[in-house]
């Protein structure tokens, strides 16, 4: 059983286009994020839920709209991609803040 | 500003050389520590945690980690690696109730078989 399952694993499209990723947790944890990995690695952290309220949002421009319709679902919208969009993004949960996370196995974008 | 640095970006090293990797942090209140790794082509998976306790923590596949709270460090080593290891490994801290863990910019570990 996948603990965090996202989709799809990779994303082809045009500028301009808008994109949904879709993560789901079966941990039963409170607590979700969408993470950002470029190229070179960095990890850096987009949003973060908690018992489907928006905790964080860490100045990504308006054009990423996360949605969690519950706790165990956390989905990322993207309008007017653009090209420095592309990455791997990661969704993660943890039963607390502060707590160990637990990755999905990573969306990778790419914008044409 | 709460930040971890992580020593090295790029480690090479031959099967069966230790390792340690230097990580510290910059957060005045109590923290949570990790180490994650990311095989290639993975997702990050936890390698080890310190939340309290015993601050020699040991971790998967014979890594350890030693909290050091006075130098606010948290490096990662094996006495041994394999070419397995190879890996993207990133320390980070969290703390409860702060919604946030902070990553560090992460460091490659080649090793040569």
């Known amino acids: 059983d996948t603990a965090v399952s996202q989709t799809p694993k990779y994303l082809v499209t045009q500028m301009g286009n808008d994109k949904s990723i879709k993560c789901e947790q079966n941990l039963g944890h409170d607590t979700m994020y969408w993470y950002k990995q470029d190229s070179k690695k960095f990890l850096k952290i987009m949003f973060s839920?908690?018992?489907?309220?928006?905790?964080i949002n860490e100045t990504v421009p308006n054009r990423f709209s996360p949605k969690s319709p519950d706790k165990a679902h956390l989905n990322l919208h993207i309008n007017s991609l653009e090209l420095g969009d592309s990455a791997v993004y990661f969704c993660?949960?943890?039963?607390?803040?502060?707590?160990?996370?637990?990755f999905g196995p990573g969306t990778r974008l790419t914008v044409l | 500003a709460q930040s971890v640095s992580q020593h090295n970006h790029h480690v090479i090293l031959s099967e069966a050389a230790s390792l340690e990797l230097g990580c510290n942090y910059s957060y005045g209140g109590t923290v949570n520590l990790f180490w994650y790794v990311q095989y290639p082509g993975q997702h990050l998976q936890l390698l080890l945690k310190y939340f309290s306790g015993d601050p020699l923590v040991k971790g998967i596949k014979g890594f350890e980690a030693e909290f050091i709270k006075s130098k606010f460090s948290f490096n990662l080593r094996k006495p041994s690696v394999q070419w397995s290891d190879t890996a993207e490994y990133f320390c980070a801290f969290g703390n409860t109730g702060g919604f946030k863990t902070i990553f560090g910019a992460g460091t490659r570990l080649f090793v040569k078989a």
């Open positions: 993660a949960s943890s039963q607390a803040s502060g707590d160990t996370q637990y």
């Open positions: 839920y908690n018992n489907k309220e928006l905790i």
